[in-house]
C-alpha cells in the first residue's frame, strides 16, 4: 500500500538547488502518493523539477486523504504547514534546511533514514496544545489558531498601549506596555522567550502571559493552565493594535475585544526515533559548552 504524503517547502535560492534536488531524489524515491502545496509546486516548477506525477493542494483549503504532512525549511514554514492542515490534525515531520529549529529539527541528510522509520511505523506523534484567538470578526480567515502564540502589541506608530486583561472572568491586570505575548508551551521558545518567557516542556497543558516591555518592571510573566479563558480590552492614543497568531498578523480598531483560550483540535508532530526535545535545546542554546574555550 503506498504511502500519502503532503508536502509544503519555502523559496529557497539557485545556490540551494543541488541540496534539494537530493532531498526530493530521496522523497520520491520510494513512489509514494504525494500532494504538494500549490505555492511550493510552483516554486519547484520555477526550478525545473518534474513533477507531472504529483497532484497538488489548496494553501487554503489544505490536503485531503494524507496520512502525513512534510514541512521543508524552519519553523516558520512548520508554522505555515500547520495553519494549512487546520482541524484535519494530520502529523506533521519537520525537515529543516537551514539553521536548527524548535519545530523542524530533521536535516535533509537524515531524510532516507526518516523515510524509512514513518513506512515501518517506526515513529511516535507528539499532541501540542494550540491556542485560538475570538473576536467579534472574522480576523484571518478561519485560521484563528496557531502552534505558538497570539500576541497583541501597539503599531509602529504609536506609543504604549493599555491591554485590561481578564483570567476566567476575573480581573487579572491592566498591562501598560508595548503589547502581551499568550504563548502555548511549544511557543515558549519563540516571541516568548524572547521578551524574558520561560522555558517550558512543549508537551504541558499550560500559557504563558508574557508582557512586551511593561512600564512596571513588577509586572512579570505568568504561567496559567491552558484551559483559562483570556480577554483582552485594548486602549491606544492610536486607535488600534497589532494582533498576530503565529507567522499571520493585522492592525485592528481598539475597539474590538479579543478572548483567548485553547484550540478545539491539537496539532501533532511526527517524532522519529533520536528526535529530542531537550537534545535540541541543548544545542540550540548552547547549554553544556564552556564558551572561555
Known sequence: MRFSLAIHGKEFSAEMKPLMEKLWA???????????????????KEHGF???????YSIQKGPENVQMAW????????????????AKEIPILGINTGRLGFLATLSPEEVPQALQHVLSNEYTIEDRCLVSLDAEVDLFEGKDFGLNEVGIMKTDSSSMIQIK?????????????????VSTATGSTGYSLSVGGPLVIPTSDSF??????????????L?????SVL????????????ISVDSRSRVIDSKISIEVKKAAFSGKIVKIPGDNFLQTLRNKLNWGL????
Open 208 to 221: 504563558i502571559i508574557a508582557p512586551m516591555s511593561p512600564h512596571n518592571l513588577n509586572v512579570r510573566p
Open 71 to 86: 514541512s521543508i525549511g524552519g519553523d516558520g514554514t512548520f508554522l505555515e504547514t500547520l495553519s494549512q492542515v487546520g
Open 165 to 181: 486583561t481578564f483570567l476566567d472572568g476575573n480581573y487579572l491586570n491592566t498591562y501598560w506596555a508595548d503589547g502581551i505575548i
Open 50 to 56: 518534474d513533477l507531472n506525477q504529483f497532484q497538488t
Open 231 to 242: 480577554k483582552f480590552e485594548v486602549s491606544s492614543r492610536s486607535q488600534n493594535f497589532l
Open 290 to 293: 564552556d564558551v572561555r574555550n
Open 26 to 44: 530521496d522523497i520520491s524515491a520510494k513512489n509514494q502518493n504525494i500532494q504538494i502545496s500549490e505555492s511550493f509546486y510552483s516554486h519547484l
Open 223 to 227: 504561567i496559567v493552565s491552558s484551559n
